[in-house]
């Protein structure tokens, strides 16, 4: 299947910004990841909070920048662009933040949120409120609210009209960030048919960002777990939920409710599931670097070389 | 002075179930009235892990602080029901009597411990506060019980942890520190009001496992409020679904999980997404929960229920007994549906 994105070793470090202060303490927040997304799949990105997982979907947005490696769109170089290219490139992708109330101006009313969007890509003036009806139709919220203001919406319809303004650009890539963790479990159920119908009507293709496991296994196509920025292991969503192999990924699948057990898992440093010979998980000096290696069929693994 | 609290300790307790009957609070803001329990029945009992789950504006948080006596009155108002520790209704004892029993025969862990933490006294100033002020123990007495406690949720680090502030902590250390002042002084009950639900999933499984095996050890029925139904399914024994104010269904977590009978239930499990149910779609409920000010009439769950007639909508229906105590408040118990 084609790729739609490429990320190739994305670094982002936050640099500390002491006047006086000698010390080197930069953080890196994202470290060294490459991955592929392919078009119309949903690619489902979990770990912890604080592992990353924000950092790398602005990086790729390119709203921060990232400090080094390459993100590549639709084949193009997006750091190569200019600032006028990189708006056109900027309406293929959009993002879906997490809480809709800080997504949403609570000055303007849903008719003006949405419009400034289409007035900024020049969508001809006597079509734009036709447009925003369609959308939000599109989004299930009647067009009869439209000169409401945000605090007159519930959590799931605010985040339904966040949709509906990311989808007035025509993106091709959607970033979904937690789009669903501030909901209640039967609003969230719309909300992810929502936009499973609209994936499938528009040939949207998603970076799923969550760090709820049912969900993400429920909706991905593939899967990378995050852990201290690196990504430590990747694979079809089946693959990974039915043989998951790095420690980190079978602690934090042990960890998701429902199994009716409440034991943790912890790998102790003999473990060494699925490596191949010469690799360890475990950080033989503290400032190796971590590996990630295809053992085969695309299910890749984050490992660290034994020298001699 | 500390000599006379000192037989405090002596009073035994007999109690071994807490029992919340028929609970119905409003809040009144001017002329506005909003119901937001409207008849709540349940029991718990010792060593025993009874969960309340349902969606947010429910009615899951007034029932807890409720039964702590922290509701304000006014705007909140109680109009009916009794809460039964022993053999006395807590509803009708005096403030001075109920600072007594708060903190340390019923006690409360909250949803964010950050908030709930002093943040400019010591962790270890808050543990032994509880025990000198309900135990009547001198201060020294206090802080090597707080020691021990500390031990007791997992907090390896002793003196140097209670000599530090809250915000020199991690979230899973403070919601520990909040478990050890909960459980400080042996209460009988622990009520849990979504303690995990500012956690990561790894913190909040260990949290969760630390608070059963703290049930065991010291005999406590804990009353565990949340809205996750995968982690009421880890740990509870007991589970009771609200709904609008009121208790839909109440059964054992085997009965519930195996064979719920409320459709309200029924759809709640089904909108859960997991790798079973991979490419179909998911069950929605439509709609949304209803605001305590408009609760509709009938069966509050009517308009959104996929098997609601003409009765529904005219009369709210009886809790039933389904047998082995596993109840249920719909006209129409076990009908099916076609999606």
């Known amino acids: ?308 | 002075m500390p000599k006379k609290r000192a037989d405090k300790r002596a009073v035994k307790r007999a109690d071994s179930t807490l029992e919340i009957r028929d609970l119905n609070v409003s809040f009144i803001q001017g002329e506005k009235e909003a119901n937001a329990l409207r008849g709540i029945s349940l029991s718990l009992k010792r060593s025993e892990v009874h969960s309340l789950v349902g969606e947010s504006g429910s009615g899951k948080t007034v029932t807890s602080t409720c039964v702590m006596g922290l509701l304000p009155t006014p705007p909140a108002r109680i109009n009916a029901g009794e809460i039964i520790l022993g053999d006395q209704d807590l509803l009708l004892l005096e403030e001075k009597d109920r600072r007594e029993i708060r903190g340390k025969d019923i006690a409360m862990v909250f949803q964010e411990p950050a908030r709930y933490l002093n943040p400019t006294l010591k962790v270890g100033d808050q543990i032994t506060e509880m025990l000198i002020l309900h135990l009547g123990m001198e201060k020294t007495e206090a802080v090597e019980r707080a020691l021990e406690i500390l031990d007791l949720v997992g907090l390896k680090g002793g003196k140097r942890i209670l000599d530090s502030y809250p915000h020199e902590l991690s979230g899973g250390m403070k919601q520990r520190i909040m478990i050890a002042i909960a459980i400080s002084c042996n209460p009988s009950f622990l009520i849990a009001d979504e303690p995990t639900t500012a956690l990561d999933v790894t913190l909040q499984l260990q949290i969760l496992n630390l608070m059963l095996s703290l049930k065991n050890r010291l005999d406590m029925g804990i009353l565990f409020i949340s809205h996750d139904l995968r982690v009421v399914h880890d740990i509870s024994d007991w589970i009771s679904v609200i709904y609008a104010g009121r208790i839909v269904e109440s059964a054992s977590r085997e009965t519930l999980f195996a064979d719920p009978k409320h459709p309200y239930t029924k759809l709640l499990f089904e909108s859960i997404p997991d790798a079973d149910k991979r490419g179909k779609r998911l069950q929605t409920i439509p709609g949304k929960v209803p605001d305590a000010e408009n609760i509709p009439g009938g069966c509050a769950f009517h308009p959104r229920c996929p098997i609601a007639e003409e009765i529904c909508r005219t009369s709210q229906p009886e809790t039933k007994n389904l047998g082995g105590n596993h109840t249920a408040a719909c006209h129409f118990i076990g009908k099916q549906w076609k999606n």
């Open chain 1, 1 to 308: 299947m084609e790729k739609l994105i490429e990320l190739k070793n994305i670094n982002k470090v936050f640099k500390s910004h002491k006047l006086i202060s000698v010390k080197k303490d930069d953080f890196v927040a994202v470290d060294n990841v490459s991955l592929d997304i392919k078009k119309n799949t949903v690619f489902g990105l979990v770990g912890e909070s604080g592992c990353g997982k924000t950092t790398l979907a602005r990086s790729v947005m390119f709203l921060d920048p990232p400090t080094s490696g390459e993100i590549l769109f639709d084949g193009k170089d997006i750091a190569s662009l200019s600032g006028k290219e990189l708006k056109l490139y900027r309406s293929r992708m959009q993002i879906v933040f997490q809480d809709p109330n800080s997504a949403l101006n609570p000055k303007m009313s849903i008719y003006r949120c949405m419009k400034e969007g289409l007035v900024n890509r020049r969508y001809p003036k006597d079509k734009i409120d036709t447009r925003i009806k369609e959308l939000l139709d599109l989004v299930g919220i009647s067009s009869s609210y439209v000169n409401r203001y945000p605090h007159e919406f519930s959590g799931g319809q605010k985040q339904r009209i966040v949709i509906a303004r990311a989808l007035s650009m025509e993106p091709e890539f959607l970033v979904l960030d937690e789009p669903v963790s501030n909901l209640d479990v039967s609003i969230q159920a719309q909300i992810i048919n929502l936009l499973l119908d609209l994936k499938d009507e528009f040939s949207l293709t998603y970076l799923f960002i969550s760090h709820d496991l049912n969900l993400v296994s429920y909706l991905s196509d593939e899967v990378a777990v995050m852990y201290k920025g690196q990504v430590v292991e990747t694979a079809e969503t089946e693959k990974i939920m039915k043989g998951p192999l790095h420690p980190y990924t079978l602690k934090l699948f042990s960890s998701a409710p429902g199994k009716n057990s409440v034991e943790l898992f912890e790998a102790d440093e003999s473990y060494r599931e699925g490596l191949p010979e010469g690799y360890t998980y475990f950080p033989p000096e503290p400032d190796s670097s971590l590996q990630l290696i295809d053992i085969g069929e695309g299910h890749s693994i984050g490992c660290y070389a034994l020298n001699g």
